[in-house]
Structures are given as structure tokens and as C-alpha cells.
T-cell receptor
Framework: GQNIDQPTEMTATEGAIVQINCTYQTSGFNGLFWYQQHAGEAPTFLSYNVLDGLEEKGRFSSFLSRSKGYSYLLLKELQMKDSASYLCAVMDSNYQLIWGAGTKLIIKP | GAVVSQHPSWVICKSGTSVKIECRSLDFQATTMFWYRQFPKQSLMLMATSNEGSKATYEQGVEKDKFLINHASLTLSTLTVTSAHPEDSSFYIC?????????????FGEGSRLTVL
């Protein structure tokens, strides 16, 4: 079966760095996405990785290792507004998105 | 980036009535749109894939006669919750993929929160 695993909840301090991991087992691979979702709102796109390596975009970076079925989202200089759920999703060989359950990130002052 | 607009954002209805939610791609054409449901503290659950000009594809366990999907044009898909009951109260989100982009990125509507009394 297809499976996406990510931690349920993480807590970090304002100004610090946090890494959210995602491991996956899917039927084929056509890219991995990270989305941010604030409570009561729709998800917003953060990043897309299809090749191995690190993609940096401002305070957010995303890493992919296809051989290990592993990705992480790195958030630097955490701000209170970064408190949200972070969803990992993998596009399989049929171009269908398989969603993880999301990681709720709590930022403390 | 591409914009997907969803309407209404909030809707409260009585049990037994029907509710229609619209999903529009504003600046791109979408032959395929996706409808999700999200219960509190849970991830997105794909309900169905809406295909322009043809029947929607429903995920296992989703009643097609209860959740009617119409994708009559390249920019509009509608989800109608028929004979709504309190257990249908949820956050419904649509998304679409811009065929012109290579990334396959999904663009989401704002979501519609349905409360059935």
C-alpha cells in the first residue's frame, strides 16, 4: 500500500530552527510537495522537489532523497505566524497526490 | 500564481436540505478538479476527481448520489451535498491543477465550511 509518515506534532521556540521529516512508500514517484495549512484555512503551497537535494526558498528549505524515500522541511528563524500544520504529499505514478496526515507545529515565545 | 476561488466560504443549513459549493479556476483552465473533505485535526481526504465533460470519479466509500459533482466547463466544478445531515458538517476544499505548469502543483480554493443543523 501507499503510505506517508510524518510526526503528528512538534513544538519549537520563536527564532529557532525546526525540521519536519516525511517518509514515504508509494507506487512510483513524480514529486513531493509541502503545503502549509493554518487552522480553518485551505493549504498553501510551500515547495516541490522531484530531484534529490535541497531546495531553498527564503526561511523555508525542503530536502529530498528518493533512494531513501525521505524528505524534510526546514524552517529557520521561526515566527509565531509559522504555527500551522505542514502537509507532506507525494505524487505517484498515476499523478495522484498521496497526502500525509500533517504535522502540527506549535511555536512558543 | 494560479487562483482558485471557492464559494461560499461558510454555509449553515437545516438537515435534509441540499447545499451547492462552487469551485472556479480564475486564470487558467482546469480539465480536472479535486474535491476534498477535512474533519477537525485530520488531513485532507480526497472525495472525488471532477472531470470536465464527463462523470466524476469517486473514492471508495464516497456516495456519488449524495455528493453530486458537475464539471460543466473548463473553469467551474460544483459539489452538491444532497439531503445534508449533521455528520456531513465538515470543511470542503477544492483544488485544480494548471495544465500549463510542469510541476503538477495543486492550487486550492479557500474552502467551504458546512454546518448542518
Amino acid at each position: 500500500g501507499q503510505n506517508i509518515d510524518q510526526p503528528t506534532e512538534m513544538t519549537a521556540t520563536e527564532g529557532a530552527i525546526v525540521q519536519i521529516n516525511c517518509t514515504y512508500q508509494t507506487s512510483g514517484f513524480n514529486g513531493l510537495f509541502w503545503y502549509q495549512q493554518h487552522a480553518g484555512e485551505a493549504p498553501t503551497f510551500l515547495s516541490y522537489n522531484v530531484l534529490d537535494g535541497l531546495e531553498e526558498k527564503g526561511r523555508f528549505s525542503s530536502f529530498l532523497s528518493r533512494s531513501k524515500g525521505y524528505s524534510y522541511l526546514l524552517l529557520k528563524e521561526l515566527q509565531m505566524k509559522d504555527s500551522a500544520s505542514y502537509l507532506c504529499a507525494v505524487m505517484d505514478s498515476n499523478y495522484q497526490l498521496i497526502w500525509g496526515a500533517g504535522t502540527k507545529l506549535i511555536i512558543k515565545p | 500564481g494560479a487562483v482558485v476561488s471557492q464559494h461560499p466560504s461558510w454555509v449553515i443549513c437545516k438537515s435534509g436540505t441540499s447545499v451547492k459549493i462552487e469551485c472556479r479556476s480564475l486564470d487558467f483552465q482546469a480539465t480536472t478538479m479535486f474535491w476534498y473533505r477535512q474533519f477537525p485535526k485530520q488531513s485532507l481526504m480526497l472525495m472525488a476527481t471532477s472531470n470536465e465533460g464527463s462523470k466524476a470519479t469517486y473514492e471508495q466509500g464516497v456516495e456519488k448520489d449524495k455528493f453530486l459533482i458537475n464539471h460543466a466547463s473548463l473553469t467551474l466544478s460544483t459539489l452538491t451535498v444532497t439531503s445534508a445531515h449533521p455528520e456531513d458538517s465538515s470543511f470542503y476544499i477544492c483544488s485544480a491543477r494548471d495544465q500549463g505548469l510542469d510541476t503538477g502543483e495543486l492550487f486550492f480554493g479557500e474552502g467551504s465550511r458546512l454546518t448542518v443543523l
